[in-house]
């Protein structure tokens, strides 16, 4: 069994900048991907960047490219979702997801184990 928890969610203003971080607990693998998703009202789910253990293998939607980062805390043994120049279309939950393969993950597959996720906010 996996565990995921998300923090580091809120309100900011377009433009501001937000970390999300995803610690996790239990049985993960090291060939385990690391993905975010998010979900926002009235669509459908995304995923947002994606990552990998071994070898630090990164991967990002065309919607956040350049705007967002994911990277290992080696300190905190979290996956972070650098998040910079926000926008009100950024508005949605974040979740983090693990269970799959590396392959899987680069093709967007989401796996069985989800945190409870983290608001993030951005007005205009």
């Known amino acids: 069994q996996v565990y995921l928890v998300e923090s580091g969610g809120g309100t900011v203003q377009a433009g501001e900048s937000l970390r999300l971080s995803c610690a996790g607990s239990g049985d993960i693998k090291d060939w385990y991907g690391m993905s975010w998703f998010r979900r926002a009202p009235g669509k459908e789910r995304e995923r947002v960047a994606g990552?990998?253990?071994?070898?630090?293998?990164?991967c990002y939607s065309d919607s956040i490219k350049d705007r967002f980062t994911i990277v290992r805390d080696h300190v905190r043994n979290t996956i972070d979702l650098q998040m910079n120049n926000l926008t009100p279309e950024d508005t949605a939950s974040y979740y983090c997801?693990?269970?799959?393969?590396?392959?899987?993950?680069?093709?967007?597959?989401?796996?069985?184990?989800w945190g409870p996720g983290t608001q993030v906010n951005v007005s205009s």
């Open positions: 990552f990998l253990w071994s070898g630090g293998t990164t």
């Open positions: 997801n693990t269970g799959v393969t590396g392959t899987e993950m680069l093709r967007g597959k989401a796996g069985d184990y």
